[in-house]
């Protein structure tokens, strides 16, 4: 019912930039908190940034100072944006949003929280 479509990722060497979209689509009602993880090779999943419907962040400590996320809540899409990428920033980066999602094929609309993840992206930090 709720899809997020990521795009973004690539190689970059280091010290370089990329910036991440993610885009949620379908039955949506309202999206709450969204936020970007990554999982390296050999490594659990971990938070990297989050933001909250009405705006506040917060960062994982290895990024701070160097990605910023926002988002866009018109378009119900969420952005990372990566400056002064280093080798151990190598991940899938995933976007997660906490979403509630509207069924309107019943005689009165029913609501519902839904969590929803991306496919993922690849950024590789490589010279």
């Known amino acids: 019912q709720v899809q997020l479509v990521e795009s973004g990722g690539g190689l970059v060497q280091p010290g370089g930039s990329l910036r991440l979209s993610c885009a949620a689509s379908?039955?949506?009602?309202?999206?709450?908190?969204m936020g970007w993880y990554r999982q390296a090779p050999g490594k659990e999943r971990e938070l990297v940034a989050l933001i909250t419907s009405g705006g506040s962040t917060n960062y994982v400590d290895s990024v701070k100072g160097r990605f910023t996320i926002s988002r866009d809540n018109a378009k119900n899409t969420v952005y990372l944006q990566m400056n002064s990428l280093k080798p151990e920033d190598t991940a899938v980066y995933y976007c997660?949003?906490?979403?509630?999602?509207?069924?309107?094929?019943?005689?009165?609309?029913?609501?519902?929280?839904?969590?929803?993840w991306g496919q993922g992206t690849l950024v590789t930090v490589s010279s």
């Open positions: 997660n949003a906490d979403t509630i999602v509207i069924n309107t094929r019943t005689p009165l609309p029913t609501y519902r929280s839904l969590e929803v």
């Open positions: 379908g039955s949506i009602f309202r999206v709450n908190d």
